[in-house]
Each structure stands twice: as structure tokens, then as C-alpha cells.
């Protein structure tokens, strides 16, 4: 028994969707992503993380995805390569900076003030304050997914692309695909804050072993892709 049009058509969407949600839980894009969560008290803010990150991964795919269809333009084994290790680097600088605020967080200040005639001085620390939702906080994540669309994985779902005839499906698989991975990452990303949350003012020590374990975790898998990439 064939398939309607119609029935073809939500079949290639939602395979779309699907893929799009495991696209999202990748250990590389987890990795990044982390690094960036790791600095926010609030789970909003961990999850606004995942969907920018997603709004960035989706730009690049519909970009790739109009030269692809419309042009026929291939990502050649060496394009392909050169950017899955630019990802790598990118994970080695996020982790990097990570590890730099963990240790540079804490800095020591002396306050001198008097009680009538008497002078005291005490000294304390104070901790970075989480980043504040602004500009740089929107473009850094967005650029990351960007990255993240351009490099081989992303290359991989456009190995499907050519097989839809039609070149406005092709484009709605992209979307719905991208509307996958915005969703899978904002779930990600939530709960990859929960522990940050609950530690950020209660917990000091866990909540900075696990910002190193995120730090670390970005350093060492962004280490090892540019090996894999390099030696080939």
C-alpha cells in the first residue's frame, strides 16, 4: 500500500524532529554548551543558552541548506574536516575560559572604615556575579551553534536533503529539524543547570567542582577532536 502525499510529508517532518532532538545531545555540542551554563543561577537563563545555541545551529543548516538545494554545492572530505576541527578548537577555548573565570573568581578586598574613633579594617572575598543577560551573552551562544552547524555533523543531515524532491520540503525538513534541535537543547540545557542552581549559593565547593568538570570536560573532548582531525 503506498503512502499519500500528505502522509509522506509529515513522515519526512517528523523524522525531521526527531533527528533534530538527537542531534542536540551530541557530546560536543553538550560540551559547549555546558561551559555557558555552568555560569548561570537561574534556570531560564540555562535554557534561553540551549535555544540561541539552537537559533545558531539552525541558521547555519538553512543557510548550507539553500546552497545545497538550490545550487547543488557539495561540503568536500576536506571541507568537512577543517571545520569539525575548528570545533575542537572552539571547545578547547570555551573550556579554557571556563577554567579561567572558576579560578579567577574569587578575589580578596580590604575595607577600611571607622567606629568613632576607632579604625577597623576587614578583609573579605567576593565572587564574580553571574553574567548578566545582554548582547554578548546572546551573540556567544548563537556563534557556538553556528559553528556547530557548519561542521560535519551538520553535514551529515544534509546527506538527506537531496533525496526529498521537492526543494520547499527539503527546506521545511531543515526548519522542523532546527526546531528539534532547539527543543532538545533547551531541555539539555535545563538540566544540565538544575545541579548549578541548587549549588550556586548553597553548595560553593560542589558547585565549583562541577564548573570545573564542565571546563575540563570542553578542554579535553575539544583536545581530542583536533588529534582525530589533524591526524588523519
Known amino acids: ?10 513522515g519526512v517532518l517528523f ?17 559547549a ?8 543561577k537561574s534556570l531560564l537563563a540555562a535554557s534561553i543558552v540551549g535555544g540561541l ?3 545558531g545551529h539552525t541558521i547555519s543548516l538553512f543557510v548550507a541548506g539553500v546552497f545545497v538545494i538550490f545550487l547543488k554545492l557539495q561540503i568536500s572530505p576536506s571541507t568537512e574536516t577543517k571545520l569539525e576541527a575548528g570545533v575542537g578548537v572552539m571547545l578547547i577555548l570555551l573550556g579554557l575560559n571556563a577554567l579561567r573565570k572558576l579560578f579567577s573568581a574569587e578575589k580578596i578586598h580590604a575595607h577600611s572604615h571607622e ?6 579594617i576587614h578583609i573579605h572575598t567576593h565572587g564574580n556575579e553571574p553574567e548578566p543577560f545582554h548582547h554578548r551573552f ?3 551562544s548563537v556563534l557556538i551553534g553556528m559553528v556547530h552547524g557548519l561542521a560535519g555533523s551538520a553535514a551529515l543531515m544534509l546527506l538527506v536533503v537531496p533525496t526529498i524532491a521537492s526543494p ?3 527546506l521545511a525538513y531543515i526548519l522542523i529539524f532546527g526546531i528539534g534541535s532547539i527543543g532538545g537543547m533547551m531541555a539539555m540545557s535545563f538540566l544540565i543547570g538544575l545541579p548549578m542552581h541548587f ?6 565547593m560542589l558547585n565549583k567542582g562541577l564548573r570545573l568538570v564542565a571546563g575540563s570536560f570542553s578542554l579535553i573532548l575539544g583536545g581530542f577532536v583536533v588529534y582525530e582531525k589533524f591526524s588523519i
Open 1 to 10: 500500500m503506498e503512502l499519500s502525499p500528505q502522509l509522506s510529508t509529515i
Open 15 to 31: 523524522i525531521g524532529f526527531a533527528l533534530g532532538l538527537q542531534h542536540a545531545i551530541e557530546a560536543d555540542h553538550l560540551a
Open 33 to 40: 554548551v555546558s561551559t555557558i551554563v555552568s555560569e548561570k
Open 53 to 55: 545555541w539552537g537559533l
Open 115 to 120: 567606629h568613632g574613633t576607632r579604625e577597623h
Open 138 to 140: 546572546s551573540v556567544r
Open 168 to 170: 520547499f520540503l527539503a
Open 199 to 204: 549549588t550556586f549559593n548553597r553548595f560553593a
